[in-house]
């Protein structure tokens, strides 16, 4: 299947997949700690760009890279959309939540893809199991890599904004092993 098939092929379907270069793969549900950073994050993104060309989107909206389609949990662009767009033309920013089922696509494949996209500048993988997070920013040709976690904060200078780490994960006691 050729990604103009597959994108195509996916206006039909009920439910949402993502294009891996080779075939559909089916879009499953995640966890509670999940949903809540991923509300978290859209939220701090939403308050932080009120007023500015930047704005937020995901994780109902593709992007595509290279022969694939990938639906990021969070993403950022500064080019207008449409209202009725499915596909997030030039995003600067995107954050996966990382799973155990998703780190190698996560870690590597994506990666490897969001490097490949020109207009991204930053990816940000959020942890779902503690607090803390791996950010990629692009220096020209070359990428950086660095970990933050709960003591620190999200720089985003591209979009011009800044986020506490621990706000994306308001309500998660990952010491206790439950829900705060």
Known sequence: MTLAEFLA???RQEI?????????VAMTGGTYAHDR???HLQRALNTRLAGTPCQP???NVKILTPGKARYPDGLVTCSPIKPDATVIDNPVV???VVSEDTARIDR????????????????????QKSVAATVFERHGK???AYAITEEDTLRMPEIEIEIPLIELYESLDFAAGQIA
Do not use: H, M
């Open 9 to 11: 092929w996916e206006e």
């Open 94 to 96: 995107v954050f996966e």
């Open 37 to 39: 950073i991923t509300f």
């Open 142 to 144: 070359n990428w950086t």
């Open 57 to 59: 989107a995901g994780p």
């Open 16 to 24: 949402r997949y993502e294009f891996d270069g080779f075939e559909p």
């Open 108 to 127: 590597i494949e994506k990666l490897r893809e969001y490097q490949a996209v020109p207009s991204i500048r930053r990816y940000v993988i959020l942890e």
